[in-house]
């Protein structure tokens, strides 16, 4: 399955834009009549009595992954695909789809189709598309929510801080501190003052748009 060859045809494309969003007992029925396409067909073997469930959610997840980059122009899908060299294609390209197929929220696939799209539009590379995509996939997607709250310092100590800070989305600028005796001190085992890191700004600003 190759993500970028599905953008680029017609058909699969299509089929994916369309149908994706339906119900499984739906979905089920219709690819069954869709051996002929190039590559979704190749979801539905010969001989194969049912469609798998994971099929369909990757499906599914692929709809909306593409959906967010559905306004941007063709000749930048292209520039990106002709800037690959074979192996970058198949790396990535193997990356994307596994992050996709794995993801257990259609949310995900939305988030990665945006920074997919970030890409497409030349805002950030290669490797932070996949870092980006990669730290969506392993997040509870609620706590992304609050990473507008680490724009500024902020000295909060909860789960929440605890895992946007383990996917690598905060900076650590050290204790808490209070004047004491007219002096900066250090206020013992104080929560620490966070805010989000380069990585984290980048995420926050594709969130947004």
């Known amino acids: 399955m190759n993500i970028f060859e599905i953008q680029q045809s017609k058909q699969d494309k299509e089929?994916?834009?369309?149908?994706?969003?339906?119900?499984?007992?739906?979905?089920?029925?219709?690819?069954?009549?869709?051996?002929?396409?190039?590559?979704?067909?190749?979801?539905?073997?010969?001989g194969k009595v049912a469609v798998n469930y994971m099929d369909y959610r990757f499906v599914r997840k692929l709809h909306f992954f593409l959906e967010q980059s559905e306004s941007v122009e063709p000749e930048k899908k292209e520039k990106f695909l002709n800037s690959l060299?074979?192996?970058?294609?198949?790396?990535?390209?193997?990356?994307?789809?596994?992050?996709?197929y794995?993801?257990?929220?259609?949310?995900?696939?939305?988030?990665?189709?945006?920074?997919?799209?970030?890409?497409?539009?030349?805002?950030?590379d290669n490797d932070m598309m996949l870092r980006l995509c990669s730290i969506v996939n392993k997040a509870f997607l609620p706590d992304l929510e609050h990473l507008r709250e680490y724009v500024e310092d902020n000295s909060s100590y909860d789960y929440v801080r605890d895992n946007l800070n383990s996917l690598g989305l905060l900076r650590n600028l050290g204790?808490?501190?209070q004047k004491e005796n007219g002096e900066w001190?250090?206020?013992?085992?104080?929560?620490?003052?966070?805010?989000?890191?380069?990585?984290?700004?980048?995420?926050?600003?594709?969130?947004?748009?």
């Open 15 to 46: 089929f994916v834009m369309k149908n994706g969003s339906l119900e499984f007992e739906v979905f089920a029925d219709i690819l069954k009549t869709a051996e002929d396409i190039p590559y979704i067909g190749s979801l539905f073997k010969l």
């Open 85 to 100: 060299s074979l192996d970058d294609n198949k790396r990535i390209n193997s990356y994307l789809t596994q992050l996709l």
């Open 175 to 177: 204790g808490t501190y």
């Open 102 to 124: 794995s993801s257990e929220e259609d949310g995900k696939a939305m988030l990665m189709g945006k920074i997919y799209r970030s890409r497409l539009m030349e805002e950030i």
């Open 185 to 209: 001190a250090g206020v013992g085992f104080g929560p620490a003052i966070h805010r989000l890191n380069d990585v984290g700004n980048e995420l926050l600003r594709i969130m947004l748009t």
